[in-house]
């Protein structure tokens, strides 16, 4: 039997302590948090659950084996640290950290002290995001040539990280998973109209190996809330939706290409378009924390994770930096140092 704590009870933290509690290889001992108001949520929910609000003697208990950290970005990296010395294994909520040379130390204690990082990217568990890999992986879409991400919403509207690291980060982990690889250049373009120097509205170019083609639009200022994916390929075109619970997925036997034509004239381009059946595929729901905390669980007992560790998250990182720099520059490509 796995025994977690959780650092943070917010929005987040209790839903970690729901799945890992009704999983039957692990349970949730502690708790910490410093708002009393949210220990004393938690304490109703789970009446006899230790609660803290000092989270260092939770993670320096002898009787836990792991911590989920479900804490703001800014404070990922000190409790993250503090874990992995302590001989901890972590589930770490996106993004890893907010700055790659703090990724890296994290990643090296992992390994050092033969910990598991792994980070809390969910929509990689999203049975929809699933169906995409599949499809790509399959070859079914054909060659792919570009995709695109809206994720927008009125809120909520942070103040320790931008929209970027917010939104764009559960994107960008999408895109790398799906294409296998991370973008090798980066341009993008912000504003902050809310909180000075926070950017709550961005659009991002990416370029990754192949010359496949990647834009997100993300935004905390919008009055729909939208969660999408386009994938266009040679032979076939697919959408996620993430609003659309039974029909996430819709395929779309459509698309155009170029064939060489042969006169007595000389030799043109003669395009080639198609339009046919839409498909809707039927996905079996699941939910992407419980899966995700069920990865978790798996890749402690046989020490590997294909998905999402910590090496992973670091390159998300590492994106996300290029997007800041890109945006300070007014859109300049910044090449991604991977």
């Not at 995700?292 to 798996?298: N, V």
């Not at 020490?303 to 290029?322: C, I, T, Y």
Request: with cysteine; aromatic share 8%; charged share 25%.
């Amino acid at each position: 039997m796995i025994k977690l704590a959780v650092i943070g009870c917010g929005h987040w933290g209790p839903n970690h302590i729901r799945n890992f509690n009704a999983l039957p290889d692990s349970t949730v001992d502690a708790v910490a948090d410093p708002d009393e108001g949210r220990l004393e949520h938690v304490r109703r929910m789970y009446p006899g659950l230790r609660c803290e609000r000092d989270y260092l003697p939770t993670v320096n208990d002898p009787n836990i084996d792991a911590v989920v950290i479900a804490t703001p970005v800014s404070t990922h990296y000190k409790i993250a640290r503090e874990s992995l010395l302590a001989g901890k294994h972590v589930l770490c909520e996106k993004p890893l950290c907010k700055d790659s040379e703090q990724g890296e130390e994290l990643v090296e204690l992992a390994r050092a002290n033969g910990c598991l990082l792994m980070v809390g990217h969910v929509f990689l568990f999203n049975a929809g995001i699933l169906k995409l890999k599949d499809l790509i992986d399959t070859g079914e879409l054909g060659t792919i040539r570009y995709l695109s991400a809206s994720r927008t919403n009125l809120g909520p509207i942070r103040n320790d990280v931008d929209v970027t690291y917010d939104l764009c980060s559960h994107d960008i982990s999408i895109f790398n998973w799906l294409l296998g690889g991370e973008p090798e250049v980066v341009s993008a373009t912000g504003a902050s109209f809310v909180q000075p120097g926070v950017e709550d509205v961005v659009f991002v170019s990416m370029k990754y190996p192949g010359n496949v083609l990647v834009s997100i639009s993300a935004s905390w200022l919008d009055p729909k809330k939208v969660r999408q994916i386009t994938v266009v390929g040679s032979r076939q075109m697919a959408t996620w939706d993430d609003l659309q619970l039974t029909t996430p997925i819709a395929i779309y036997d459509k698309g155009a290409n170029t064939a060489q034509d042969y006169e007595d004239y000389g030799e043109f381009l003669r395009l080639s378009m198609w339009d046919r059946d839409v498909r809707l595929p039927k996905v079996e729901f699941v939910e992407p924390l419980k899966a995700q905390a069920t990865e978790f669980l798996r890749s402690l007992q046989d020490g590997h994770n294909d998905r999402s560790d910590g090496m992973f998250g670091l390159r998300v990182v590492k994106v996300l930096e290029a997007i800041a720099d890109s945006v300070q520059q007014g859109g300049s490509p910044v090449r991604v140092r991977l």
